[in-house]
């Protein structure tokens, strides 16, 4: 059950080098509702430090214009080309550095934990998502980008909504007489 809050700005971040996507949620009390939802387009840019400086000024500039509470940022997946991998991990880093210049708290979510929270499948392709967000969210079709990275960013900002009223633990078990030695006071003797 996810638990109310008075109101909470999630932003989504799909990192990218060429496309990075973000979406913006609001929620208040338990109802999460879209604020903003686009792209960041590098695919003009050669210089790859230069993206890196245009990723940062954006991102900034975003989290000035909505005055986010969290950022969910989808982690890179391990691909084939380390080349691709390496860049996408500093263009991911350079957001995330953007969000902790403003003491933004950052969770990062695989893709295939975004997926399955949203569609329920791990394997679903990024069209299935879209489409559930948008159900889910009742996003009419002309606010819906045609680039998946954004509907991507939001999938990972509607997934930590998910996770909100998930309680954590710090302690773990391995079976019953394990709880039964760490939690005393939770036994009643007859």
Known sequence: MIQPVKEKIILGIDPGTNIMGYGLLKIVGTKPEVMALGV???RKQTDTYLKLKHIYE???GIINAYLPDELAIEAPFFGKNVQSMLKLGRAQGVAIVAALMRDIPITEYAPLK???AITGNGQAS???V???LQRMLKIPSSEMSPLMDA???LGAAYCHYLQMGRPTTTK???NWGDFVKKNPNKIRKK
């Open 40 to 42: 960041i387009d590098l």
């Open 58 to 60: 954006r991102v900034q």
């Open 114 to 116: 975004i997926k399955m």
């Open 126 to 128: 990024k069209e299935q």
């Open 130 to 132: 879209a489409d559930m």
């Open 151 to 153: 509907t991507d960013a």
């Open 172 to 174: 773990s078990y391995s």
